[in-house]
């Protein structure tokens, strides 16, 4: 398995390494090649932020986007976020979802049942990371109506986990940006590296619910 893979199966987390992305898309062409996911469609994407901006002090922060953030007079710079479904401890699109469509696995997977998605968006609108999709949707029918079609997301792969194998995503990661692991194996990966988790306090304990804690001490 890739370096990123540190574990798979039951409780095991997918989490981006932004110091080590450089948005050469292999992820997101991953993923379409293993799930022929189409072309106009994606379950992981490349967000970039802050592009074409240095980062300030360029001494201290240019290859620490994590560590930047939240510094007075900081800034990251060009940051590449690989974003996805992150299968969070506290899934706010599990929570409004009002058709019971979306839920939370005792094995930690949030997976969609698309008999009872009714197409309303509300996991859109409560996901702060974008993850959810609606390929099928009427966009101007959507925006008035929530007639979005059935929702689609990354699965983070669970069939290959169930045998051993990591995300294709991670997988094929030509610089293990994606870390996939217990909350425990990301936070010492991290650490190993020098680097820092991107999210602040608030989205990391969506992300890893009380398992947050695993990540003090870092500039999240």
């Known amino acids: 398995m890739g370096q990123g893979v ?17 948005d050469c898309g292999g992820c997101v062409v991953a993923c379409k090649r293993t799930w022929d996911v189409p072309r106009d469609e994606q379950r992981i994407s490349i967000s970039t932020m802050l592009e074409g901006q240095p980062a300030e002090p360029m001494e201290r922060y240019n290859t620490n986007s994590g560590g930047a953030l939240g510094q007075e007079d900081a800034s990251p710079g060009e940051t590449a976020i690989p974003m996805q479904c ?4 506290e899934a706010p699109c599990v929570s ?11 094995n930690g997977f949030v997976d969609v049942r698309d008999n009872l998605c009714v197409g309303c968006q509300y996991c859109l609108s409560a996901c702060p990371f974008g ?13 008035l109506f929530g007639n979005g079609g059935t929702m689609d997301k990354c699965t983070m792969c669970e069939e290959r986990q169930d045998v051993g ?13 994606l870390l996939v692991g217990d909350a425990e194996e990301i936070s010492n ?20 619910g009380e398992d947050a804690d695993e990540f003090e001490g870092s500039n999240a």
């Open 189 to 208: 990966e991290l650490d190993r590296r020098g680097s820092d988790s991107f999210f602040n306090d608030v989205a990391m304990e969506i992300i890893f």
């Open 6 to 22: 540190m574990s798979t199966g039951d409780d095991a987390r997918i989490f981006p390494d932004v110091e080590a992305c450089i």
């Open 131 to 143: 993850a959810p999709q609606f390929p099928g949707s009427d966009e101007g029918a959507a925006r």
């Open 96 to 106: 409004v979802c009002p058709t019971d469509s979306l839920i939370k696995k005792d």
């Open 86 to 89: 992150y299968h969070c401890e």
């Open 165 to 177: 194998k990591g995300p294709a995503c991670a997988e094929e990661c030509a610089t293990d940006a």
